[in-house]
């Protein structure tokens, strides 16, 4: 669909911006970072292009996990008016690849080394038909606990190692009359919270059979299904004003010490490194329990489009400061990512960062790094758009059952195929 929208724009594109002009020192990006943390993080960018001379134009369209920068993305694109980059996940950059829209940064690539310094599973999203089309950012990973560390001990809770010590920690938070779980409930966020669900009741094998591969004996399996009731459990600790929340909002609950816990991506220590506080004193980051060993990803990439010739210079410029080992290290530390180079020293990293950078080693190694679907790793964005559609509507209620949730999602998924 997206091809047969945008292949007519592409052409024109090109045609009406053949001429040379002198180049424009500006570069103009679409994304989502529009919360406290991600601000901040924004933040370096646009500082590291100042220092270079180059102007920032801003298009934050908010929404976390991007939903709605994606539909505006497919406007501007449609109407041939490019961004020099969007920020994109996973599957989305190679859509717009296959498309034809997409600019090539292989020359400055190869320059900078990045084919020997960008891990591969990130690779294969950056880099379409032999050509860099877009320049990873960051790694986030999704199987992550954020507790506060002031409630944890006035609970007198210690590190859940498994999905039944989580709920007994549940239960003492209940009982000590604080929100145990914050959640923010939309779509995306209630999937990726389902992504560690399935992780830690599957393991490492049914993550990636079910949310990988797509297979569909696993999708149907009584492990989808002890998932959803485990989903289910999970939802029965959230506050009755969850419907709606921004993710940011459920983590401010846990950064003020009203909720005990929230699952979320690593970009949610974006938010405590923002109001200033530490891991192991104000806050404790925790892999989902029954995920240690594991890490659901996705990455950032800002998608570089095709853009006139007189932007091409910015474009570069843009690509080679996200990919420098400076902006990865100053950047990740603000956003509460880890780097996407494998050579960047995680020094300036806290303790929750130095964590991260070693999980993402180890699970690289050792063939335990899957992609997550709520975040567009697993597969396409239709796909991920059906996963999202039948986890919330099993959060809400409208499917009621766990048995009618893993034949919805069978379905729906076989359906956007
Ligand atoms: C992005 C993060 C962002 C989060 C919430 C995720 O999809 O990867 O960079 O912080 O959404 O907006």
């Known amino acids: 669909m997206l091809r047969k929208l945008l292949i007519g724009t592409a052409l024109a594109s090109g045609l009406a911006f053949a001429a040379h002009a002198a180049d424009v020192k500006e570069v103009q990006m679409l994304h989502w970072w529009t919360s406290g943390g991600e601000a901040a993080a924004l933040n370096v960018l646009k500082g590291d292009l100042a220092k270079e001379g ?5 298009v934050p369209v908010a929404g976390g996990g991007g939903d709605a920068a994606m539909t505006a993305l497919k406007a501007m694109v449609a109407a041939g008016n490019y961004p020099t980059a969007s920020q994109m996940l996973g599957y989305t950059v190679l859509d717009y690849a296959a498309a034809g829209v997409m600019g090539d940064l292989t020359e400055t690539a ?20 032999g050509k860099w089309v877009a320049a990873p950012v960051n790694v986030h990973s999704v199987n992550w606990l954020w507790i506060n560390k002031a409630v944890m001990d006035k609970i007198g809770g ?11 920690l549940l239960d003492k938070a209940k009982a000590a009359g604080v929100i145990p779980l914050a ?16 992780l830690s009741t599957g393991g490492p094998e049914f993550y990636k059979k079910a949310f990988n591969d797509l297979d569909d004996a696993s999708l149907k399996s009584d492990t989808m299904k002890k998932s959803f009731d485990n989903l289910a459990k999970l939802v029965t600790y959230v506050d009755p004003n969850f419907s709606g929340r921004d993710w940011n909002l459920a983590t401010a609950m846990v950064i003020k010490g009203d909720a005990l816990v929230q699952v979320m991506g690593d970009w949610a220590k ?7 506080k530490t891991p192991g004193t104000d806050f404790l980051c925790y892999r989902f329990p029954g995920t240690d060993g594991s890490v659901i990803y996705n990455s950032d990439m800002f998608g570089m489009f095709n853009v006139p010739d007189d932007r091409k210079a910015a474009q570069i410029a843009l690509a080679t400061a996200t990919l420098s080992k400076s902006f990865q290290s100053a950047f990740n530390v603000v956003k509460g990512s880890v780097p996407a180079r494998t050579d960047v020293p995680d020094t300036d990293f806290d303790a929750c960062g130095k964590k991260g950078i070693a999980d993402l080693k180890a699970a690289n190694e050792g063939g335990t790094l899957f992609g997550s679907l709520a975040q567009g790793y697993g597969a396409p964005p239709a796909v991920a758009n059906a996963y999202k ?16 949730a893993v034949t919805e999602l069978v379905k729906a998924i076989d359906d956007a195929k």
């Open 183 to 198: 959640l923010g409930g939309q779509n995306w966020q209630e999937a990726t919270m389902f992504d560690s669900v399935v």
């Open 54 to 58: 180059y102007a920032w134009k801003d």
């Open 270 to 276: 974006g938010e405590f490194h923002a109001a200033n």
């Open 389 to 404: 559609d039948v986890v919330s509507k099993f959060v809400h209620g409208q499917i009621k059952t766990s048995d009618e």
């Open 158 to 168: 210690t590190e859940p190692k498994t999905f039944d010590d989580f709920v007994a």
């Open 110 to 129: 190869k320059k900078e080394g990045w084919d020997k310094s960008v891990p591969a599973a990130l690779q294969k999203f950056s880099v379409y038909e």
